[in-house]
């Protein structure tokens, strides 16, 4: 409701909600519900659309997009 609530005033250094936000995917790199069970099955998730990591703290933004790109391609 609040943007201000999404990051922090420390604009580096700081953990941002907003960074870290995306889908929860399994390991066939698809989305799921909170069970775990895919969402949709024909569909797989990679780089930036994927949930839990803050690409700008941890500075692996192109790393993953490559590598879950690499992999979704591959399934």
Known sequence: ENEEDWSEKQLLGGKHM???M???I???MQAVYRNNS???TNVHFAGRTI???D???EKS???VGIA???KAGRL
């Open 55 to 57: 690409f700008v703290e």
């Open 61 to 63: 933004c192109n790393g």
């Open 51 to 53: 949930g839990g990591y």
């Open 38 to 40: 895919p969402i949709i």
């Open 18 to 20: 907003f960074a870290s």
């Open 22 to 24: 995306g889908v929860t």
């Open 26 to 28: 399994n390991d066939q």
């Open 68 to 70: 879950t790109g690499y």
